[in-house]
């Protein structure tokens, strides 16, 4: 018998209806856009961080590397990279980072699996902030070759997200088009994106 996930905050539960008994983290974790102006301990984002560096990797590469910003001078910099839509709310945001993903090993080889790697770091982060009572948003509404010049990123490293991380604020402080939209998104069934034995092939009992 399939249980309800318990801790689901709220907010969330209006709008996601699990249908297994997974962990409330991965549930309650979205990316919202309104963001509290109260800072970050450092303890709490260096514990995010953290949780970041112990993401899996494919062959221990670990390519992906966070740039910070957390005073007004660094995050004005990073605000001249990200897209004008994105500015008008992440830019309250006590810390923005850049996730990049280092492209080849160190003997120069291409790694394929560089951007999956910086995505499970991603994942990893977001979930620690959830935790820490954090809100985290990934945007990839930037300007990456700006990005790359302002922030001296080096040949053989690619731009993937930038994240906006802080506590969560009022809705109604964010632009009209903009409160609308400030609600946990859906998820499409797992019957939809589970297959068994090859592409297409429904899994019986999945809903």
């Avoid at 953290?50 to 740039?67: C, D, G, H, T, V």
């Avoid at 910003?69 to 004005?76: L, M, Q, S, Y």
């Avoid at 990049?100 to 999956?116: I, K, L, P, V, W």
């Avoid at 302002?150 to 969560?168: N, R, S, T």
Wanted: glycine fraction near 6%; charged fraction near 25%; include cysteine.
């Amino acid at each position: 018998m399939k249980q309800l996930v318990e801790g689901l905050k709220e907010q969330v539960a209006a709008h996601r209806q699990p249908n297994y008994d997974a962990p409330a983290v991965f549930i309650n974790r979205w990316s919202p856009r309104a963001f509290a102006p109260r800072p970050i301990d450092e303890e709490t984002l260096f514990a995010v961080l953290e949780a970041a560096r112990f993401a899996p990797s494919a062959n221990n590469l670990q390519p992906w590397r966070f740039i910070i910003a957390r005073t007004d001078v660094d995050r004005d910099l990073f605000c001249q990279f990200i897209n004008e839509g994105n500015v008008t709310w992440c830019q309250k945001a006590p810390v923005l980072l850049l996730l990049a993903s280092q492209t080849t090993t160190e003997d120069g080889r291409n790694n394929r699996m560089h951007a999956f790697d910086a995505g499970a770091a991603w994942a990893s982060l977001a979930l620690a902030a959830e935790m820490k009572g954090l809100a985290a948003h990934a945007m990839g509404g930037f300007d990456r070759d700006r990005a790359r010049e302002l922030l001296a990123l080096p040949d053989g490293f690619e731009p993937q997200v930038v994240i906006a991380l802080g506590y969560q604020g009022d809705a109604a402080d964010l632009p009209p088009a903009l409160q609308e939209r400030e609600k946990p998104n859906g998820r499409r069934p797992l019957a939809e994106t589970v297959f068994e034995g090859r592409f297409g092939r429904a899994v019986d009992g999945l809903v």
